[in-house]
């Protein structure tokens, strides 16, 4: 393989690998709160929805990004009335978003564009651009160097480099704020956050409301950046990969960053070979297609009882009197 091959193998990586990211990152504030988010695919997915609408009506990306987020965090509101609020199951609450956003998708989808669902293609400046990094051109011809810069950093959409940038901001508030600290803690022993006089609700309300924004970046991302509209499902089950990649991160944001990036080479392989002929043996296509989803089977079974989720996820706080 040659260094242009693998470098476009790689381009393909980060750009696949980037919803990802930011629903794997969503899924960290959300549990290390101690509320679990099974809802991550119906959340990108309103987003993706609302996005590619609102900036095929507009003509605006930027509108369509609002609108995304403000899907996203409708849902991530009545996931935490669901599972703070009213103290209801977490996984249950999930997984009712995610039916619920599959079939509103579809049903306004068809009211408004009569497409079956999906929204007409977006185009100009409809769509987030690629962007030219600075002296990217003048540093093509540089061996080495310039085409990693010019092919692998230069030319993404802006919500790639947002993705990228999320993750050490992600670990510094975590690991290094007074609000990381109390966020981490709710999810450890809500109790003693309470004993503390530091409201478990507001926090826990905090940390839904960021897995909210975080999705509808990834949603508003797949809808506007990665591909130019709405399709339906077109999640795929990103959502269901990226919390597979958060428990072999094991809820820590630079290695959900390593683990998102490995689904992301295993989808960008799988376009790129397809139909592979080993010696007569031709392995099909939909086995290629299939890596990333037997990848998240394999990492399930073997990570998931390595990988100590905080203790109080998934229960919800009742203040003792």
């Given at each position: 393989?040659?260094?242009?091959?693998?470098?476009?193998?790689?381009?393909s990586?980060?750009?696949?690998?980037?919803?990802?990211?930011?629903?794997?990152?969503?899924g960290l504030?959300?549990?290390?709160?101690?509320?679990?988010?099974?809802?991550?695919?119906g959340?990108?997915?309103?987003?993706?929805?609302?996005?590619?609408?609102?900036?095929?009506?507009?003509?605006?990306?930027?509108l369509?990004?609002i609108?995304?987020?403000?899907?996203a965090?409708?849902?991530?509101?009545?996931?935490?009335?669901?599972?703070?609020?009213?103290?209801?199951?977490q996984?249950?609450?999930?997984?009712?978003?995610?039916?619920?956003?599959?079939?509103?998708?579809?049903?306004?989808?068809?009211?408004?564009?009569?497409?079956?669902?999906?929204?007409?293609?977006?185009?100009?400046e409809?769509?987030?651009?690629?962007?030219?990094?600075?002296?990217?051109?003048?540093?093509?011809?540089?061996?080495?160097?310039?085409?990693?810069?010019?092919e692998?950093?230069?030319?993404?959409t802006?919500?790639?480099?947002?993705?990228?940038?999320?993750?050490?901001?992600?670990?510094?508030?975590?690991f290094?704020?007074?609000?990381?600290?109390?966020l981490?803690?709710?999810?450890?022993?809500?109790?003693?956050?309470?004993?503390?006089?530091?409201?478990?609700?507001?926090?826990?309300?905090?940390?839904?409301?960021?897995?909210?924004?975080?999705?509808?970046?990834?949603?508003?991302?797949?809808?506007?950046?990665?591909?130019?509209?709405?399709?339906?499902?077109?999640?795929?089950?990103?959502?269901?990969?990226?919390?597979a990649?958060?428990?072999?991160?094991?809820?820590?944001?630079?290695?959900?960053?390593?683990?998102t990036?490995?689904?992301?080479?295993?989808?960008?392989?799988?376009?790129?070979?397809?139909?592979?002929?080993?010696?007569?043996?031709?392995?099909?296509?939909?086995?290629?297609?299939?890596?990333?989803?037997?990848?998240?089977?394999?990492?399930?079974?073997?990570?998931?009882?390595k990988?100590i989720?905080?203790?109080?996820?998934?229960?919800?706080?009742?203040?003792?009197?």
């Open positions: 393989m040659d260094l242009m091959t693998a470098l476009q193998i790689l381009d990586t980060v750009r696949l690998g980037t919803p990802l990211l930011l629903a794997c990152l969503a504030y959300s549990e290390r709160a101690g509320i679990f988010d099974i809802g991550l695919e959340k990108m997915l309103m987003a993706a929805f609302f996005s590619g609408a609102v900036a095929f009506v507009t003509g605006s990306v930027w369509g990004l609108a995304g987020i403000a899907g965090m409708s849902l991530a509101v009545v996931h935490g009335l669901a599972s703070i609020t009213f103290r209801g199951n996984l249950i609450s999930g997984v009712a978003i995610n039916f619920l956003a599959s079939g509103l998708t579809v049903l306004i989808g068809q009211k408004w564009f009569a497409l079956g669902g999906r929204t007409p293609a977006l185009s100009g409809g769509r987030f651009q690629p962007i030219v990094l600075p002296f990217a051109d003048s540093l093509r011809d540089v061996p080495v160097i310039g085409p990693v810069y010019y692998l950093i230069s030319g993404h802006a919500l790639v480099y947002v993705a990228f940038a999320a993750v050490p901001i992600s670990w510094w508030l975590l290094r704020t007074r609000f990381g600290l109390r981490r803690a709710v999810g450890e022993n809500p109790a003693a956050v309470d004993t503390a006089g530091i409201s478990v609700t507001r926090l826990r309300y905090a940390a839904v409301a960021i897995a909210g924004l975080l999705t509808g970046i990834a949603g508003a991302y797949l809808a506007t950046g990665l591909s130019a509209g709405f399709v339906k499902e077109m999640t795929a089950g990103r959502g269901f990969i990226a919390l990649a958060l428990i072999f991160a094991k809820w820590r944001p630079v290695p959900a960053l390593g683990a990036m490995l689904f992301g080479l295993l989808e960008a392989v799988a376009n790129r070979y397809q139909n592979i002929d080993l010696g007569g043996v031709v392995i099909p296509v939909q086995a290629m297609q299939a890596l990333p989803y037997v990848l998240t089977v394999i990492i399930l079974a073997g990570f998931v009882g990988a989720p905080p203790r109080a996820g998934g229960e919800p706080y009742v203040k003792e009197r």
